[in-house]
């Protein structure tokens, strides 16, 4: 099993940044890649940013030139840098690892809102 601890949301006003870390535990020698999820009241929950243990990152394109998802392997972390933040970046972000055998694991969720 992996267990993900997130941290780093709030409240913060358009145009401003934030950064999101996610530590992974357990079984990580299984993880293939790690990734952040949204998901906004009365949305789906929806892939924001992900990167592979070969460093090959994807991003949803309502984030791209905005967001960079990155990882520090020696700390079993991956985080989210999140600048010029809009009103409809406002979610619930989750912390996800995929296994190697296809099983995804979550975080416990932190909120992000974005005042306008």
């Known amino acids: 099993q992996v267990q993900l601890v997130e941290s780093g949301g709030g409240l913060v006003q358009a145009g401003g940044s934030l950064r999101l870390s996610c530590t992974a535990s357990?079984?990580?020698?299984?993880?293939?890649?790690m990734g952040w999820y949204r998901q906004a009241p009365g949305k789906q929950r929806e892939l924001v940013a992900r990167i592979t243990v070969g460093s090959s990152t994807n991003y949803a394109d309502s984030v791209k030139g905005r967001f960079t998802i990155s990882r520090n392997n020696a700390r079993n972390t991956v985080y989210l840098q999140m600048n010029s933040l809009k009103p409809e970046d406002t979610a619930v972000y989750y912390c996800n690892a995929e296994l190697l055998t296809g099983v995804h694991y979550w975080g416990q969720g932190t909120q992000v809102t974005v005042s306008s």
């Open positions: 357990g079984s990580i020698f299984n993880i293939n890649a």
